[in-house]
């Protein structure tokens, strides 16, 4: 249909978690926040070993992680057919496990703080100084507040 947008996102979950309907809603919540329209990206569930491959091999940090991001709009803006290509994010479903009891919280707070934490660095966003973090974070605690998952 002319004029009409959307975004495709696909969520892989490699048979490691299958409590997640309600990812795409908040994803796209999130991209309508950011005004994004017409992208395309990936969240991959993975375990301990496939995060630390992955870790070590791309970023030459040898530990398991609970998020990695892959921005395939680092360098320029792309934009093909009016489409953004926005990358893939990688999740470690132990991990975000852990880090859920650890901070006394769900797993769908943990999950969905992961997923929006993953979907911004692809946007652009950071965390690499003060300044940068208290955007970021501000940001991920407002959407997350937004559609009602609390701490």
Not at 9 to 19: A, C, E, G, R, S
Not at 62 to 85: C, G, H, L, M, Q
Not at 97 to 120: I, M
């Amino acid at each position: 249909m002319v004029g009409e947008t959307m975004n495709d996102i696909t969520i892989v979950d490699n048979d490691l978690y299958k409590d997640y309907d309600y990812l795409e809603d908040l994803l796209e919540y999130t991209l309508e926040h950011e005004k994004v329209e017409n992208a395309i990206f990936s969240v991959i569930f993975v375990d301990d070993e496939e995060i630390h491959r992955i870790n070590k091999e791309y970023r030459h940090v040898d530990r398991v992680t609970d998020v990695i991001s892959f921005a395939f709009e680092d360098n320029e803006e792309k934009i093909y057919n009016n489409i953004r290509i926005l990358g893939d994010i990688y999740i470690c479903i132990p991990q975000m496990k852990r880090q859920a009891t650890s901070y006394g919280h769900s797993e769908k707070r943990e999950l969905s703080f992961l997923c929006v934490h993953g979907l911004l660095h692809l946007l652009g966003y950071d965390h690499m100084n003060e300044s940068e973090e208290k955007i970021m974070f501000g940001l991920q605690e407002m959407i997350l507040n937004e559609k009602n998952i609390k701490r």
